[in-house]
């Protein structure tokens, strides 16, 4: 027990899924109103604000489309963070990976000369093998050397960024396109089939789906996702029981840097059909996943709700942009946002706080 | 909690400073005024203690010889009464033994007492005088000191520079050597030898602990806590710890002792408080009460103090360690040159002070630390730096120390945290598929043969009890009958119930034919379980006794380091 001024706290040992829900909701609504006061300082009325987001994201077709178009590369690089984080690698590299596999399927649809019919499966192959490559080397690094995993997979994201930014102003850069930092256009063999009147990549968005289920049916049945968890919830535990880290974190790195490659065969596949800026590529969305994954709480399932939530907010900064003339990056301070009351709500779900009074509790100020 | 010490040491220090500063403070200053300290709205005025004192007959004139008075404390976690009306009373100038397993309440007391937890209801008068403590600095401006079980030490400093620690009123330089001069004097008054200039991490566990009560001492402490103090101590130094608490009588001090061992109560305390789950059973005179009797209040029932035990049927050689060499974790020589074998239906108990290479001993046998030199030869196989998972295959069970941090994934389920090990093989394991049917009947089966108390299965193993806890282990590391168990103390920090069943188990498993190589810092266990006592000191085996012909003195000083028949 603490006590901090009039107030007590008590340790809670296993919150409860209600719990979880609710401070989990709380986070976000206390992000929303502290939102509404920049909105407020921008000159423009909360309530307007929120409500024209509502009304153009939830009350459209084209506004639910935008919403899933920006859930897909959400979902991947969300359920692939999920795995890692729950072995307690902090992968932060998801940027890259995806970046990785937006590489790798641009060369299978510029360069690789596999005919039509395999084109796109390829795509999607070599963009795994590519986001999972990009994610195995911090996984060894961290085993075999002990490099730190945040640092090591986060500076690959800076790599790989100018990986791209130099392919497409060198070797790449498209003879069509007159000087501009772009590859050509895709074939329209390697481009992905959308959902009628939308940009919404249908193939991509039914992967993400499906990797959704497969990494929960992972986790929980079976003996790949018992060591993860093993690993990640006592290290000490796994080291005493022989599950070896360098083959926990191979897998997790592989799967989680593999699902994110996938996105980024889906972002220039199926939206761009080229390579082009990795800003343009990718609007952080290896990033917001970090706190779409940690909004799930070690759960694939939940990541499918989570991504959808970031997708809208994603949507929504369209729509800031283009009705409120308010910049974009606005969604990157409500991210910021968002993340920092989820992790300030932790605090709560493991301490319960209660008020007992100045008589009781006021053992700071005496005597000092 | 969190981690306590950090807040204990901070608030030491602030407390020291404030004492130190206000000029007044000495340590012979009468109590009362120290009650005049401002102290913010907390501290009672005299009406109100009046009050109370009518409620509550016993701070009166008569018992002026009372140094600490605690009534009606009661203190409930979530779920849990741990203190239930407790009422303790602590004379001048006496030893008072608080006795209780682990869970009765003990330990919660004094927490209260020294300002670490807040109790829901109850007072406490020190010296006749109602006072509240918020904190162990409210604490120790009381005069009230505690030596925790685990020393509070910074390794790398001196004594005087860990005395010195967070004590106000010394000079700005070289605050250390101020009080060297006091550390000698109170060294000589109560027998607390001790060179003040020595680094701390040079002391063995008894100068370590001497070292903590000087650091009471010197803040002035006339009510002395000490936390199951023996626990670290060979008997040898738990003999002179016993002869220093008898100087701190004579001075006038009073020592609360708390502990779970009948015989250091009976040897050492002039009264004993017996509490289980959370209420007092009795306060006694040692000198009108016996063991057995202690113990059934301790308890609430029988006790058997020897367990039946088999003849030993020695079989073949399960376990042999030819000079085995291994370093610590700081890269120092743990083990040098240690060589035993254990038989199948044989138990080779490890007795030693902690820290001599044990732990060092136990992991290289497991596989989870390397062995430099030297073999380890299980059933006929070198298994010298296997995996550990290979070692686990080839049949030896690990009853791991660190219960919670290595014995079981907290926050997993029991179901699954009975399969950890296993959870490769069949039949809980088909190719890449984990069979849950199977890992569910076999967590059923184990908790009912294993009496493993928990809600269910899918209860997450942290929210178990210690004692659930390791019979979670016991259960999950003897399915399949292993032929070598390796128990590092099985029973440590356990309440006698779960004691008495576990050693129950070992002794099962030993009838079976498994070999068992038992460590443990509890002599009596070794005596009542083992076959044979290896002692081993920094990392080398001083010597070998079967317990029958051993005496208890005999392995204390090999514990101390002399060598089994070098000693004139």
Not at chain 1, 329 to 335: A, C, E, G, L, S
Not at chain 2, 39 to 53: F, N, W, Y
Not at chain 2, 517 to 530: H, R
Request: net charge positive; glycine share 10%; hydrophobic share 45%.
């Amino acid at each position: 027990m603490k006590r901090i001024g009039p107030f007590v706290l008590e340790r809670r040992l296993a919150p409860t899924r209600t719990a979880v829900l609710g401070y989990s909701l709380l986070a976000i609504v206390i992000a929303l109103l502290l939102m509404s006061i920049i909105f407020w300082a921008y000159g423009v009325s909360p309530v307007k604000a929120y409500s024209a987001i509502g009304r153009t994201t939830l009350g459209t077709r084209f506004g639910l489309m935008e919403i899933l178009r920006r859930t897909i590369p959400l979902l991947l690089c969300g359920v692939g963070l999920v795995i890692a984080f729950r072995a307690k690698f902090w992968n932060i590299g998801a940027e890259g990976q995806l970046l990785a596999g937006a590489v790798a399927a641009t060369w299978v649809a510029l360069f690789s000369g596999i005919p039509a019919p395999w084109k796109i499966p390829a795509m999607f192959l070599l963009g795994f093998a590519a986001g999972a490559l990009w994610g195995i080397i911090p996984a060894l690094l961290k085993v075999k050397l002990q490099v730190n995993d945040v640092i090591s997979t986060l500076m690959m994201n800076y790599i790989m960024a100018y990986l791209v930014k130099w392919l497409i102003y060198g070797p790449w850069r498209g003879p069509s396109m007159r000087g501009f930092a772009y590859t050509d256009l895709f074939p329209r063999d390697a481009w992905l089939p959308l959902l009628a009147y939308s940009k919404v990549h249908w193939p991509t968005l039914l992967i993400g789906l499906v990797a959704a289920v497969t990494a929960a049916l992972i986790l929980s049945r079976t003996r790949l996702g018992y060591e993860i968890r093993v690993a990640g919830d006592s290290p000490d535990a796994a080291h005493y029981a022989g599950i070896g880290f360098l083959g926990v974190s191979v897998w997790v790195m592989l799967l989680s840097g593999g699902l994110a490659g996938l996105a980024g065969v889906g972002e220039v596949a199926g939206i761009h059909h080229r390579l082009l800026e990795p800003d343009h590529v990718s609007l952080g969305y290896g990033y917001t996943a970090i706190i779409v994954a940690w909004l799930a709480r070690g759960s694939p399932m939940a990541a499918i709700i989570t991504s959808l939530l970031f997708g809208l907010i994603f949507a929504a900064g369209d729509e800031i942009k283009v009705t409120l003339q308010m910049p974009f990056q606005i969604t990157n301070v409500f991210n910021g946002m968002i993340l920092f009351f989820l992790i300030g709500v932790e605090f709560l779900l493991y301490w319960r706080v209660r008020f007992v009074g100045k008589g009781k509790g006021w053992a700071g100020k005496a005597g000092s | 909690m969190p981690k306590g010490l950090p807040a204990v040491a901070v608030s030491t220090h602030r407390a020291c400073r404030t004492l130190l500063t206000k000029k007044q403070y000495s340590a012979d200053q009468p109590v009362r005024q120290l009650d005049s300290l401002p102290t913010g709205p907390a501290i009672l005025d005299g009406a109100m203690t009046e009050k109370r004192a009518n409620a509550h007959p016993p701070p009166s004139e008569a018992s002026k010889d009372v140094a600490l008075l605690m009534v009606d404390i009661v203190k409930t976690f979530p779920g849990v009464v741990a203190n239930d009306r407790v009422t303790f009373e602590v004379r001048r100038g006496e030893v008072h033994a608080l006795l209780g397993e682990n869970g009765a309440g003990k330990t919660t007391l004094m927490n209260i007492l020294y300002g670490l937890y807040q109790a829901d209801s109850g007072e406490i008068y020190l010296y006749g005088k109602r006072v509240r403590i918020r904190s162990p600095r409210d604490a120790i401006r009381h005069k009230i000191g505690m030596v925790h079980q685990h020393f509070k030490l910074v390794a790398r400093h001196t004594v005087a520079e860990n005395v010195v620690l967070g004590l106000s009123g010394t000079p700005f330089l070289a605050p250390a050597r101020a009080v060297e001069g006091k550390i000698r004097e109170l060294g000589e008054l109560y027998g607390l030898k001790v060179d003040p200039k020595a680094h701390v991490w040079q002391l063995s566990a008894g100068e370590q602990q001497r070292v903590e009560i000087i650091k009471a001492l010197v803040r002035g402490a006339d009510i002395l806590i000490l936390d199951e103090p023996t626990s670290v101590l060979t008997p040898q130094e738990s003999e002179e710890l016993f002869k220093i608490l008898e100087r701190m009588k004579e001075e006038g001090h009073s020592v609360i002792f708390i502990t779970h061992k009948l015989d250091e109560v009976m040897a050492v305390a002039d009264r004993v408080t017996v509490m289980r789950r959370g209420k007092v059973v009795a306060t006694l005179p040692t000198a009108e009460v016996d063991k057995p009797t202690l113990a059934k209040m301790m308890v609430g029932r029988e006790v058997v103090f020897r367990l039946k035990k088999a003849a030993c049927a020695r079989g073949n050689e399960a376990l042999v360690v030819e000079n085995l060499w291994a370093l610590s974790d700081r890269g120092l020589p743990a083990l040098k040159g240690i060589s035993f074998s254990v038989c199948r239906g044989e138990i080779l108990g490890i007795a030693g002070v902690a820290g001599n290479g044990q732990k060092e001993l136990v992991e290289v046998i497991t596989g989870l630390r390397r062995a430099t030199r030297g073999r380890v030869v299980v059933l006929g196989d070198d298994v010298t730096n296997k995996n550990p998972r290979r070692i686990a295959d080839k049949g030896v069970a690990h009853i791991p120390e660190e219960r919670l941090k290595m014995g079981i994934v907290p926050e997993m389920s029991v179901a699954e945290n009975l399969i950890l090990k296993k959870h490769h093989r069949p039949p809980f394991c088909r190719g890449f598929l984990l069979n849950l049917r199977a890992v569910r009947r076999f967590a059923r089966h184990a908790i009912e043969e294993y009496e493993i108390m928990t809600p269910s299965p899918e209860t997450p193993a942290k929210l178990l009890s210690g004692g659930n806890i390791q019979r979670l282990i016991l259960a999950r590391e003897l399915s399949g009958e292993p032929a070598l168990v390796v128990a590092a103390h099985p029973t440590y920090g356990l309440d006698v119930g779960a004691t008495e069943q576990i050693r129950q188990i070992l002794l099962q498993q030993r009838e079976r034919g498994a070999a068992i190589l038992l460590i443990s810092e509890d002599l009596e266990e070794l005596m009542t379980l083992a076959d044979r006592i290896a002692v081993i000191f920094e990392g080398e085996i001083m010597g070998e006794v079967t317990p029958e012909e051993a005496s208890l003195e005999e392995i204390g000083l090999m514990m101390a380091g002399e060598k089994r028949g070098v000693r004139a």
